[in-house]
C-alpha cells in the first residue's frame, strides 16, 4: 500500500476516502490563505475561481510537504463556489451565511475544487522512490440550489453546519435538502474528486489500487 497525506481538517475529504478504501494519515496545514492567494495573483494577474481554488490546494500540499518531511503522497484540497463571477469560500459567520443564501436560494452555482498532489515517496524497503513530481488540476460541478424561505434559512444556518464548509452548504449533510441537482461529480462537491484523483495518481504512475487498505 503506498501511504497519502490528507493535508486538509474537512472530515468529508477523510470520510469519503475513508469509503473509498484509502485510509490517508492527516496533517492539517498552516497555510495563511489570503497571503498564498496574494502572492499567485502577483505572479499571475487577477485569478479565475477555479485557479483560487487550485492554488489554495498546491500551497496546502507543498507547506505540509515542505514542514513535514512525510515519506508519502501528499494530497491537498480547497473549493470555492462561484456565483455572478463572484468567489465565494466559508461564510465563518451567521450574518454571511444568511446573506449568501438569501443570494443563492433558487439559483445556480458552480463549485470548484481543487486537487493537488506532491510525491514524497522516499523509498526503502523494498519499494521504490517516488518521482519528486508535483501537480493538480481543479474538478468543477454546477450546484442547483433549491428556493428557500426566510425560515428554511434561518434554521439551516442555526445549525451552523453551514459556517465552515465552502460556498456555506452542503450536500452530504444537513444541507442535502437544499440542493436540487449537480451537473458533474458528487464527490467533488463533497470535498475531494475520487475519478479526479485517479487520474492525477496515473500522471505519478501510481494505480487507485495501490492506495486502498489491505
Do not use: N
Not at 499567485?40 to 481554488?53: F, I, N, P, T, Y
Not at 444568511?98 to 523494498?126: F, N
Not at 441537482?181 to 475531494?192: L, P, Q, R, T
Request: glycine residues 14%.
Amino acid at each position: 500500500m503506498i501511504p497519502l497525506v490528507l493535508a486538509s481538517a474537512s472530515p468529508a475529504r477523510l470520510t469519503t476516502l475513508s469509503r473509498a478504501g484509502v485510509s490517508p494519515e492527516v496533517i492539517v496545514s498552516g497555510v495563511d490563505e489570503e497571503a498564498a492567494l496574494a502572492a499567485a495573483q502577483e505572479r499571475h494577474g487577477e485569478l479565475e475561481a477555479a485557479d483560487v481554488a487550485l492554488t489554495l490546494a498546491r500551497a496546502k500540499a507543498e507547506q505540509v510537504s515542505r514542514e513535514h518531511g512525510v515519506d508519502a503522497l501528499v494530497l491537498g484540497c480547497d473549493s470555492v463556489l462561484e456565483l455572478d463571477g463572484q468567489v465565494f469560500g466559508k461564510p465563518h459567520s451567521s450574518q454571511v451565511a444568511v446573506e449568501r443564501w438569501q443570494t443563492m436560494r433558487g439559483r445556480s452555482g458552480t463549485l470548484h475544487t481543487g486537487h493537488w498532489l506532491v510525491d514524497d515517496r522516499e523509498g526503502g524497503a523494498g519499494s521504490s522512490p517516488g518521482t519528486g513530481a508535483t501537480l493538480g488540476a481543479t474538478a468543477s460541478t454546477v450546484v442547483h440550489f433549491a428556493d428557500l424561505s426566510d425560515a428554511e434559512i434561518a434554521y439551516y444556518v442555526g445549525t451552523g453546519e453551514p459556517l465552515q464548509v465552502a460556498g456555506g452548504f452542503t450536500v452530504d449533510g444537513l444541507g442535502g435538502p437544499y440542493v436540487r441537482g449537480i451537473e458533474g461529480d458528487y464527490h467533488a462537491v463533497v470535498g475531494v474528486s475520487l475519478p479526479l484523483l485517479r487520474e492525477l495518481l496515473g500522471q505519478l504512475g501510481v494505480a487507485w489500487h495501490e492506495l486502498l487498505d489491505r
